[in-house]
């Protein structure tokens, strides 16, 4: 069996990553600002995850070289049609494709928003012409610090109709799930879903404590629930708000539970 044509489903690709060298020349290029390697074949080990590395922090030194090439809102969208495009092209039908806002806008002082058009253009036209169904994510890039965390939860809120989630990555050890407690209370009620990124670099304390202190949905939801007063009220309130059925379905037999108890 050729594992390559089976359909697949892609819940972790970063746009940062997922930029063809060839593109990555070419936008440099059309930049102003060219690479001094001039074929894919030389920019790949600057470019790319070729073999096993020392740290997460040396992995995430690999992107770098995307920030260059995201200079304009075409050279956003090429990347983005790009990268659908490749995913179809390993037969990938549903996929969520996450990118940081700060991190490949802030180089060229690019407009998140326009950007973010540009984005979903992009990967729009490419679903539409391969048939694959992208969920886009906003990462939070830790190392830029908090005030960049709550930016970026802005721009997540502002743009939930074209997201999916609201994702925490970047930097680990400097940056435990604590930090972030009041941040990702926002997402609350608005139909985003929360991933993080804990666990890579940071011992097993840190995705313990990300689900601890920064609550999933269906604690979020439970506390709701011990606050308000269980009852079908409660619950088509938190329908209302953007919980998902999961999360009800969860509390709906937890309070079965509590009643046959
Ligand atoms: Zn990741």
Redesign the pocket.
Known sequence: MDLRSLAKVDL?R?LEGAIRLETLLDLYREGGAPLPETTPGELAPRAQVLEVMDSLESVLARFTVAQGAFWSEAAAERIAYEAVEDLARDQVRVAEL?FSPEFLCEPHGLDWDLAMDAIVRGVRRASQEHDVAVGLIAIASRNYGIDSAQRTMDFALRRRDDLVAF?L?GDERAYPPSLYVEVIRRLEGSGLKLTT?YGESGGPQFPREAIEALEPEAARASQIVASRGASVRTLRRLASRGFGEESLEALVADLERRELG
Do not use: E, G, I, K
């Open positions: 972790h970063h996450r994702d990555a990124h």
